[in-house]
């Protein structure tokens, strides 16, 4: 019954490294999400996906690239991390397809990268 | 800029009165406006939403009041209590149609002074 995890909580890398981080659900949910969120600008979509397979560019996806191979998870990959993807990544999920549905979300992944 | 806002940054209270958050929205065509929570080091937890047909709706101690008119969402809080401490976004879908159009305000901190 654990919902939506994400790990690691914390991450410090440096600048060029690849870091991935992973978000797994246990609801069988279609629609995954990240978001990071820096002081300032609130909450900002980075990608999305309806289904296994299918993703979508969100407001700020660049630096970034993601998967869905599997429902229930949804990696983030930095390929090569720069000082301004230091944020908190949250990963969230919703189970329907109309916009009137709340999204859930995980714990948040605290990245710095140094 | 962002289509969603807030008019305070932060609001400080007394144990057991309301509060009020109040979140200024710019897009007529925003149909469906949710509140979530954030306490801290944790994800946003939903609140309570409401469509562009209704403007109120009640919860458990919450209410949020839409006024289409002059593109105003608020969240009362009745009979505020420490654990109300957290930061308080508003959201709203722009599109109406997609999950990935939801677009996040940048929060109002609520600080419950016992």
């Known amino acids: 019954d654990a919902g939506i995890t994400q790990s690691p909580r914390y991450k410090i890398t440096e600048t060029g490294r690849q870091v991935t981080l992973m978000c797994h659900q246990t609801?069988?949910?279609?629609?995954m999400f990240w978001y990071r969120q820096d002081l300032g600008h609130g909450l900002r979509l980075i990608y999305y996906s309806a289904a296994a397979d299918i993703t979508d560019k969100g407001e700020v996806p660049d630096g970034y690239v993601v998967s869905r191979s599997k429902t229930e998870n949804f990696p983030l990959t930095l390929e090569s991390a720069t000082r301004s993807q230091t944020s908190v990544y949250f990963c969230?999920?919703?189970?329907?397809?109309?916009?009137?549905?709340?999204?859930?979300f995980g714990p948040g992944t605290r990245l710095t990268v140094l | 800029g962002e289509s969603v806002g807030l008019h305070l940054p932060t609001l400080s209270v007394q144990e057991g009165d309301n509060s009020i958050i109040n979140c200024a929205y710019s897009?007529?065509?925003?149909?469906?406006f949710i509140w979530y929570k954030q306490e801290s080091g944790k994800g946003p937890q939903f609140i309570i939403d409401?469509?562009?047909?209704?403007d109120k709706r009640q919860g458990q101690r919450v209410t949020v009041l839409l006024n289409k008119t002059v593109k105003h969402l608020s969240l009362q809080i009745a009979a505020t209590q420490p654990g109300d401490s957290a930061v308080y976004f508003c959201a709203e879908n722009i599109y109406g149609g997609s999950q990935g159009n939801l677009i996040f305000g940048k929060g109002t901190k609520l600080s419950v002074k016992p």
């Open positions: 409401i469509r562009s047909n209704m």
């Open positions: 969230a999920s919703t189970g329907l397809a109309g916009a009137y549905n709340e999204q859930f």
């Open positions: 897009n007529s065509a925003s149909d469906y």
């Open positions: 609801w069988s949910h279609s629609y």
